[in-house]
């Protein structure tokens, strides 16, 4: 399974930017997935999770009510839509996919495929 996220930059406070990641190599319908991010200094943290479907996505508090989570599976392509963002939200954002049937959860460990970061810039 390989997976390459796209669409980070350098964006204003408030401002939007939405992430996409592809993945190849998989039966695209059969991968749960989740998005994680790390800042600079810090520990990469769960940012969000969508299962195979689509149909259930789950959060962390900090993105909750700014960012969504989608998928495509006839595209083989999942999502992050950024709104109202804010400087904490600067970090190199990393998509992540496991087998799961449900929703996956926000640690690590459960994830067994890793794409590459995108950075995400958010200024003041």
């Known amino acids: 399974v390989q997976l390459q996220a796209s669409g980070g930059g350098l964006v204003q406070a408030g401002g939007s930017l939405r992430l996409s990641c592809a993945a190849s190599?998989?039966?695209?319908?059969?991968?749960?997935l989740g998005w994680f991010r790390q800042a600079p200094g810090k520990e990469r943290e769960f940012v969000a999770a969508i299962s195979r479907s689509g149909g259930t996505t789950y959060y962390s508090d900090s993105v909750k009510g700014r960012f969504a989570v989608s998928r495509d599976n006839r595209k083989n392509a999942v999502y992050l839509q950024m709104n109202g963002l804010k400087p904490d939200d600067t970090a190199v954002y990393y998509c992540?996919?496991?087998?799961?049937?449900?929703?996956?959860?926000?640690?690590?460990?459960?994830?067994?495929?890793w794409g590459q970061g995108t950075l995400v810039t958010v200024s003041s």
């Open positions: 992540a996919a496991n087998y799961s049937i449900g929703v996956p959860g926000p640690r690590e460990y459960e994830y067994e495929f």
């Open positions: 190599g998989v039966t695209f319908s059969r991968i749960s």
